[in-house]
């Protein structure tokens, strides 16, 4: 005889309003910064000859805030799942700073790329993608902020854009570069 599969255990669900709800508890799972629970959660449907039967509404919502452990159950069987520890080069170096790039246009047509977390960045400039940012920096009146350069004194880890336009044709950009300057 096949093993009957076993019921969620129950949980309290805290609707939008503040009401509180039985449900089961399907699945957990993390996510940067927080955990989703899986809950399903009892409601009624019509059905085509126009009666009404329970039913079971599922949605993921966001934990502690949505949901309450009922006392005395336990949810080691909860199929969960976790993000995996950070590799040790983040722990080592930190966390990543922020990808991107934006054009600060000068006068007669010259411009200077800056890093998207660079304090001389124009405000609100759109930041570029990197085919943008790699037209950009291929045009001769355009020149590299000194964190884009990765000058010794400001942030020797940081990526160079200039070598990547003179290596790569226009065809070859995309994958290469994208792996190359992943930092």
Known sequence: MADT??????????????????????????VPDAWLYKVAVPAWQNT??????PAWYVVWVNAPDHV????????????????????AEREILGPRRPSGWVLQ????????IH?????????????????KALDAADHPGTRLCSLVQCGRRTRPRAQRLRPWVRRLGKRQRGTVVIVTLAR
Request: aromatic content about 2%; charged content about 25%.
């Open 68 to 87: 309450k452990p009922v006392p005395g159950v336990s949810y080691d069987d909860v199929p969960t799942s976790q993000l995996p520890p950070p590799p």
């Open 48 to 53: 085509p000859e126009g009666r009404v039967e």
């Open 105 to 112: 246009k000068l006068e007669r047509g010259r411009g200077i």
């Open 5 to 30: 599969p076993h019921e969620p255990p129950p949980i309290t669900v805290v609707l939008p309003d503040g009401q509180e709800v039985t449900g089961r508890l399907q699945e957990r799972q993390q």
């Open 115 to 131: 890093a998207v977390d660079c304090e001389e960045a124009p405000a609100g400039a759109p930041v570029l993608a990197l085919d």
